[in-house]
């Protein structure tokens, strides 16, 4: 994520924290140093929690490649969420589990070294208090249970919406699970945002709107897949479609582009793929060399290929995972087309038009 600066790597993920957490750390300092011990064991805990659906996703073979700390909680950046119900139901119950875990674990020892009536003051008073540092071990512990109890209301994005989601997956099926879940989402925002309004709570009104716009964009997300899981490559492929061989001038590329729909090529010398150039890296080509040199100065020699026989979403998610906006197409050795972003964007805008 940007604006954010790695701390450490465990378990081949990078543990990054976002510049807006020092803000935090402004507000918390004058409080004095038992806040601030808060602030971090607060974090050490969110830590564990996005580690943990980390873990459950690695296992289940999907890459994490980092884990950022927000001043609102953690976010894990997976590269996909699994779609079998009971993956992404162990997933996303993993972090809030975690936390369960560490209070079981902490109960007994905490109780001898602080003493029952401070460990339980919370439950007797429902307050939580800095004011000696065993009240403020005794606030960090239950601090757990809020984590826990936040991330599993039944709401996107939160954890529990998808635990939701993931229980209504396997009786209706993952389009229709996603709606109800995304309307529950819906609604516990516009009870955040009443409270929030009736009572000037800045904060509720803020996690109201992050909560019902991730819920809006997941249903987007999801709606987006479904439309796409039912067409293949060979479906959409513009029909005709050129290629170069490396010997081939920017300059002569920039007439092709002008003459053709097509803004990006693949190079082919005999008959094999041996490169491809996309619109950026055609641009980026003459900007630096001029449009004397030849594509072959300019093209990518490694890049994913696809399948005529794939499925739009894989190739979405392909296009995603690399940062490219067009792909060439195999049909076993041989490339048959090019398939762009723009494609699969028409396509997705005339299957999805509603009458
Ligand atoms: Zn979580």
Redesign the pocket.
Known sequence: MKGSIRLFKIFGISINIHVTFFLLLILVVPGGIKWLALVIGVFFFVTV??LC?SLVAKYFGITVHEITLLPIGGISSMTKMPEKPIQEFLI?IA??LSNIVIMLVLFFPLKLAIGDSVLLNFVHTWQLSTATWPLTVAYLYWINLFLAGF?LLPAFPM?GGRVLRSLLATKLGYQKATKIAVNFGHVFALIFAYFGIIRFNIILVIIAVFIYTAASSEEMHVDVKETLKKFRVRDILPRDFITVTGSTTLAKILELIFHSHQEDFPIVEGKGLVGFATRQDIMEGMHRFGTTKTVRDVMRHSFPKVKDTDSLVKVQTIMHENGMRALPVMKGAEVIGVVTIEDIGRVYAMASQRT
């Open positions: 929690h996005e659906h996303s972090g809030p991330n954890d």
